[in-house]
């Protein structure tokens, strides 16, 4: 602060700070957008935000919902100032502003905590707080956030320890240390993209009460969200934003589950109707497997299950407890300590994952950038990735680029993606649900004998999920047996024939799907057993 | 120090030098033919025997023009099939220097300075091992063993007395330590392996590596400072140009190659148009060496300095000129102060060994000793198994 | 043709972005090299043409000349780009000596630009353009090394090493045995690709055994061969003259076509073309280059990731062992030999690394970026020449050129590098 000029900017800062700074009435608006228009260089024509209207109260939660691509992250990241606005005007009590950074968006009182960790690893959670700080010069006040950060995570019940390292904390940690992180500027408006994207059920319900105890408060907390779920259990109000345009925001008590879903999808939507699963002999059989996780720790411990032919088996399981695991080791992906996979009656523990595949099986797996797609390819090379040594794809070691065009604009218009230019277009632009569906083409296209699917709607809209879903049941009919993971009970539920509940690495029930209850299978992911 | 020889000539000639440097050794025929295009061009200097054949080449592409090689030997070689080995090409010379007969000198110089401190080493470190190196080796461990020789048959009573720390003490084959250190231009490895020489007693380094003697004069200075010397022992010897003024009282001699001389004399025969005619009486190779002959005129290039200090000043002269031009202190006192330094070390010696090295000059001169030559890896696997 | 037409739009704009910002870049190292220049009293304008001179410019007919080669440069590539799937089948129907109409015309036309271009040069007579030319052939080779390595997700830096060796093993059988004339250039540059790969699967096979760190392995052993080299030259391989090898025997000589560039150029040429055909359009290339993009989606897709790095390297290190022959048998150079200080082949390695950068890790980009370096390589005899510009500030502005160049790709890369971690550690 040597500097004569900075320290006249920073007092000018300051100077601005009170008017802020004044402890808000419960109810008064804090922050209130007004026909916020953002489009992206080269796609004008094609408003993200389309004059969009939007305010946070003083003491009130509230949920920000739509289908993916429906806006919800740019509007949240113009408010923080992540992003610039094309168009429109916001305010902050009243106040017109200019919000260029997330600086400025933090000294008007505005912080966001983003779906994706923004946390360095190696270092402790204090010293994470205090990177973000912008009146530190080198010399942290480390003992000073320290101090603070107990005195916030206590207030709030945000617990975690301040001298932990990032890489040793949970997901659920991680995001406490996120929020904590805006916490620490005091920020009259809290904006939460998605928190419960990584959270357990429990971790999901305590964040909420956090949520709500800061809004008591009286600061304003938005959460973006799409499941209806949370929208009940935990806003005031909520505003629903469809394709860039806002569909009208309402107080939560005085609307029901189907207004929202018409006003998210335009239309209604209606699970497929189930018919009698028609089984087969034993396609896929597990005997008392054993894997280990990523640290060493035993993940899978002795899991036994089969799947038949023209069956669905559905694993229901809260994340992170073995499904990964299970699902790597039987695609070949992760070895196998103890136990036998067999696939239509052959030993195939261990083998690779290219034996494992030629044996007739498709694989969406769960982490479909990681390992689902090349990101720096086009979309054409990840549309072959399965099937390039294959003829026609490729004759004598010669890729048959011709045939891998057509196949390729096949799948496209088949699963609706939208892909600018086959051979040019990195994968890495598309979406997530443009990728999803890319996978789920690639995986199902020429009707595998068994699927290996985790989350495979994941990230998709309402339409494509009915259309996964009746795809899925399709396959099933033709004699193709699924194993399904999933943490969405709605989609096991629609799918499956059989539902098996992992706990802890090991099956902790099996029971058909028309005979299973919610409720019970709730429990038993939860640990009592079945 | 070619470019001081075109200077030379540029101030007594009239004529005009420009320069070209080769990166890497692709360079050579495109630099030469480049000069070659000019049509002001009337003499091109190749400086180095790996242009040996790239001269060969351009001159024959351009028979208008005269062609000078240092230390090349574009006689003997069929440049690829370009001509016959021994066929001489009348536009083109190879000036070829006797290093081995100044390194003998500073060889001996260095042996008789370990004698009379009674250390027991000399030492080299040389740059990447090319033959044309092993002509420094070898003259340098011959010179080293004549001086021993000579102290024995001169002074046989001292001789017998030495104490065991005195070089004539050491065995005949590690009297030098040498090191080919595989770089010419990384000056930390100068620093690097000439201190473990210096630690183990050697009195003298030669530095046969060009800028790695930068490496080698900062360990010297380093010992001087610890030791609060003001003159050598430790010393360490120049070559090429008279690098006795960098370190003043720290470098015993300079083996001196004047490439200068050669670029000067070319000029000289291309303006007085002797060139063509020399090329042919002199069947295409000139030797600038000790007591050399062109034409019958003593015509010398390998010197050691322990001649008049005056010769000095042309050297220090050199380096007033780089301060004035780069504006960096390059000298490390005044010219004076230099001459002065230098000539208190000189005094400092006892005058039997001047005396020695003057002898072993007269001698190379009358051809009274032959200094060995080694060329091939025959002759050096001999004599290193004679002098280790 | 109208399909040409489309083909050639459609490579021209697939190349447009990379271009762009190429010249953009370019345009600022220009300036910096020029506020160099006008540091130390220099005119930046009149060094800069002298610059051009390297690259065979002279006058504004040369220029435009040059030009004329580059757009048909351009056609070519663009061709290959259209009809690439044709060429291998139309040649292997050649070969099995199914002749159709199209497959002959298809090879016609090739040959017909390649002996376009050959006219040019003649026609040309520019000695200049065949040095810069000269300059190039090696440089491309070695980008090769580096380019396929990165395509693979290796970070490959054992051109160096590779080189130096392919050039001793060039100068061995171009030296020491007589072999009849085609058969003993032949085997020649065979045996130097083959001694480059065997060089190169050291560090290969250190990776996939035991997991040894690429970079380190190839950096160790540039330096052995380093100092290996110059003892077998000097101790096995010497001719006449200690310090070098043998001279290379006529038979194993490539033919001058003018200055110092001979017919090894369309080898180096063919070898940039075939890489990218390996890469882009066979199995093993897409593996590879998945491999390199995403070793998990690699593993997931069923590939050897093993078998595609050791590709990457034995590619790679043929790469460089034609590099190292290129300067021995197939450029006249120090009367046909290698000297045991290295000075025709060092370098050549670490300058690869660079021009793969600015050619984007890409054969082709490779050729292009080859050419530029080539051409600043052979223009700075000009600026000393002509300006009295001391060689090491023409070298300095090179460099500058040089690395404003890289800067995109090498920003590209970077993130690149960022978005792969924030995937491998992100929450799904």
């Given amino acids: 602060m040597k500097n004569p000029l900075k320290k006249l900017l920073s007092s000018k800062r300051k100077g601005k700070k009170p008017a802020v700074a004044r402890k808000p009435r419960r109810g008064e608006t804090l922050v209130r957008a007004e026909g916020i228009a953002k489009g992206f260089p080269g796609v004008w024509e094609h408003l993200i935000l389309d004059h969009i209207n939007f305010d946070v109260k003083a003491g009130e939660v509230h949920a920000l919902l739509g289908e993916n691509g429906a806006g919800k992250t740019v509007l949240a990241n113009i408010l923080s100032g992540f992003y610039s606005l094309t168009k429109g005007r916001i305010y902050v009590k009243g106040k017109p502003v200019s919000i260029k950074s997330p600086k400025d968006a933090l000294e008007l009182g505005i912080g966001m905590v983003h779906q994706e960790f923004t946390l360095a690893r190696p270092l402790t959670v204090t010293e994470n707080v205090a990177l973000g700080l912008s009146t530190s010069n080198f010399s942290f006040p480390l003992s000073e956030v320290e101090k603070k950060l107990k005195e916030l995570s206590e207030r709030y019940g945000l617990k975690v320890d301040p001298k932990a390292r990032i890489e040793e904390l949970s997901a659920g940690e991680q995001q406490r240390v996120e929020i904590l992180k805006v916490l620490y500027h005091e920020p009259e408006v809290l904006i939460l993209d998605e928190p419960t994207s990584v959270l357990t059920e429990d971790e999901a319900k305590s964040l909420f009460s956090i949520l709500r105890a800061m809004a008591k408060e009286g600061r304003g907390v938005v959460f973006i969200t799409h499941k209806f779920e949370e929208v009940f259990e935990s806003s005031d109000r909520v505003t629903v934003l469809r394709l860039g345009k806002l569909v009208g925001t309402m107080k939560t008590s005085k609307t029901n589950r189907r207004e929202l879903v018409r006003m998210m999808m335009g239309g209604e939507i209606s699970l497929p109707k189930k018919k009698p699963a028609k089984v087969g002999k034993i396609a896929l059989e597990v005997k008392d497997l054993h894997v280990l996780g990523e640290r060493g720790v035993p993940a899978v411990r002795g899991i036994s299950l089969t799947v038949r032919k023209g069956e669905i088996l559905g694993i229901a399981g809260i994340a992170g407890n073995g499904q990964s695991e299970l699902v790597e080791a039987i695609t070949g992906l992760r070895e196998v300590t103890k136990g036998k996979v067999l696939i239509f009656g052959k030993d195939m523990t261990n083998r690779s994952p290219r034996e494992i595949a030629d044996m007739g099986m498709g694989h969406i797996p769960e982490e479909r950038r990681r390992i689902g797609t090349a990101e720096g390819m086009t979309v054409a090379e990840n549309f072959i990735m399965k099937d390039y040594r294959r003829s026609p794809f490729s004759n004598r070691s010669f890729l048959n680029l011709p045939f891998i065009t057509q196949h390729s604009k096949k799948m496209i218009s088949e699963h609706n993606i939208l892909v600018p230019d086959l051979w040019v277009t990195e994968t890495r632009i598309l979406s997530g649900g443009n990728i999803q569906r890319l996978i789920l083409a690639r995986e199902t296209w020429w009707e595998p004998r068994l699927i290996v699917a985790t989350h495979p709607t994941y990230g998709l809209d309402l339409k494509a999920v009915k259309h996964t879903h009746e795809l899925f049941l399709k396959l099933k009919k033709k004699g193709t047996a699924t194993l399904l993971v999933s943490e969405d009970l709605e989609e096991i539920f629609s799918l499956s024939d059989r539902i098996a509940v992992i706990f802890e690495g090991k099956i902790v029930g099996t029971m058909d799907a028309a005979k299973a209850r919610v409720h019970k299978i709730g429990l038993m992911m939860a640990g009592s057993k079945g | ?388 | 043709m109208p399909r040409l037409f489309d083909a050639i739009r459609e490579y021209l704009g697939t190349l447009k972005r990379s271009l762009a910002e190429s010249l953009f870049a370019l345009l600022i190292g220009l300036l910096i090299g020029a506020g160099l220049m006008l540091a130390f009293g220099y005119d930046p304008i009149m060094g800069y043409i002298s610059m051009l001179k390297g690259f065979g410019i002279f006058t504004i007919e040369g220029f435009l000349a040059v030009l004329a080669i580059i757009a048909l440069g351009l056609l070519l590539a663009a061709f290959i780009g259209a009809y690439w799937a044709k060429i291998p089948q139309a040649l292997a129907r050649l070969w099995r000596k199914k002749i159709s109409g199209r497959s002959i015309s298809l090879v016609a036309i090739v040959v017909f630009i390649l002996f376009l271009i050959s006219r040019m040069l003649e026609f040309l007579d520019n000695v200049e353009l065949m040095e810069m030319l000269a300059y190039s052939v090696p440089l491309m080779l070695t980008a090769i090394t580096f380019a396929v390595g990165m395509r693979a997700g290796i970070f490959n830096i054992g051109a160096e090493g590779q080189v130096y060796m392919g050039a001793v093993a060039a100068a061995w059988i171009g030296g020491h045995f007589a072999l009849p004339t085609g058969l003993h250039l032949l085997a020649a540059t065979a045996f130097a690709m083959l001694i480059g790969a065997a060089w190169a699967l050291l560090p290969a096979i250190l990776k996939i055994r035991a997991g040894v760190h690429e970079v380190i392995s190839t950096i160790m052993l540039n330096w052995v061969a380093f100092f290996h080299v110059p003892y077998l030259i000097i101790n096995r391989f010497a001719g006449v003259h200690a310090e070098r090898t043998a001279t290379i025997l006529p038979t194993a000589r490539y033919p001058i076509l003018g200055a110092s560039l001979t017919a090894v150029i369309f080898v180096a040429l063919a070898a940039c073309v075939v890489v990218y055909i390996l890469l882009w359009r066979t199995r093993a290339g897409y593996e590879l280059r998945l491999v390199g993009d995403n070793p998990d989606a690699a593993r997931y897709a069923g590939i050897n990731i093993r078998r595609a790095i050791l590709i990457s390297f034995i590619i790679g290190g043929m790469a460089a062992g034609l590099a190292g022959a290129s300067q021995v048998i197939g450029r006249p150079l120090l009367g046909w030999t290698l000297p045991a200080t290295l000075g025709t082949v060092f370098g050549l390695g670490f300058s690869g690394i660079g021009i793969a950068v600015i050619g984007r890790n890409h054969p082709i980009g490779g050729i292009f970026a080859a050419l530029l370096f080539a051409g600043m390589l052979n223009g700075a005899k000009f600026m000393e020449y002509d300006w009295g510009i001391s060689s090491e500030l023409v070298v300095a502005i090179q460099g500058v050129i040089i690395i404003a160049l890289a800067i995109p790709a090498l920003l590209a890369m970077s993130r690149r590098g960022v978005r792969r971690l924030k995937i491998r550690r992100g929450p799904r």
């Fill in chain 2, 1 to 388: 120090m070619a470019f001081k020889g075109g200077d030379d000539a540029e101030e007594d000639f009239g004529v005009k030098m420009v320069e070209l440097i080769s990166t890497s050794e692709a360079d050579y025929a495109p630099n030469l033919r480049t000069a070659a295009r000019d049509p002001d061009v009337e003499l091109i200097v190749g400086v180095g025997f790996l242009l040996t054949d790239d001269l060969v080449k351009v001159a024959l592409e351009y028979p208008d023009k005269n062609f000078m090689g240092i230390d090349t030997y574009t006689k003997w070689t069929d440049a690829g099939g370009l001509k016959e080995v021994g066929e001489v090409l009348p536009n083109l010379m190879d000036i070829i220097y006797e290093e081995h007969k100044g390194s003998a000198l500073v060889g001996a110089l260095g042996a008789l300075v370990a004698i009379h401190y009674d250390k027991p080493y000399i030492g080299g470190v040389f740059g990447i091992e090319i033959p044309v190196l092993w002509k420094f080796e070898i003259g340098y461990k011959w010179g080293a063993d004549w001086a021993i020789s000579w102290y024995e048959n001169n002074y046989p009573t001292q001789y017998a007395a030495e104490p065991t720390t005195s070089i004539v003490n050491t065995a005949k084959k590690e009297r030098v330590l040498y090191t080919y250190t595989g770089t010419f231009s990384d000056i930390t490895k100068g620093y690097t392996t000439a201190l473990p020489m210096y630690e183990a007693g050697a009195v003298a380094v030669y530095n046969i590596a060009g800028p790695l003697g930068i490496g080698i004069n900062s360990v010297v200075r380093d010992i001087a400072e610890r030791d609060g010397l003001e003159n050598g022992p430790p010393f360490w010897i120049g070559v090429d140009a008279n690098q006795d003024w960098i370190n003043p009282g720290f470098v015993i001699a300079s083996m001196m190659k004047r490439v200068d001389f050669g670029v000067y004399y070319a000029t000289k025969w291309v303006k007085d148009n002797t060139f063509r005619d020399l090329v042919e009486s002199e069947g295409g190779e000139i030797t600038l060496g000790v007591g050399t002959e062109v034409a019958g005129v003593l015509t010398e290039g390998i010197m050691i300095s322990t001649g008049p200090l005056g010769e000095l000043d042309e050297f220090i002269e050199m380096g007033v000129k780089a301060e004035e031009l780069t504006g960096e202190r390059i000298l490390l006192g005044s010219p004076e102060w230099i001459r002065g330094k230098v000539e208190a070390m000189r005094e400092a010696q006892p005058s039997w060994m001047w005396d020695a090295v003057a002898e072993l000059e007269t001698k190379i001169r009358t051809g009274e000793v032959e200094v060995p030559l080694a060329f091939t890896a025959d002759d050096i696997a001999f004599w290193r198994d004679i002098f280790g």
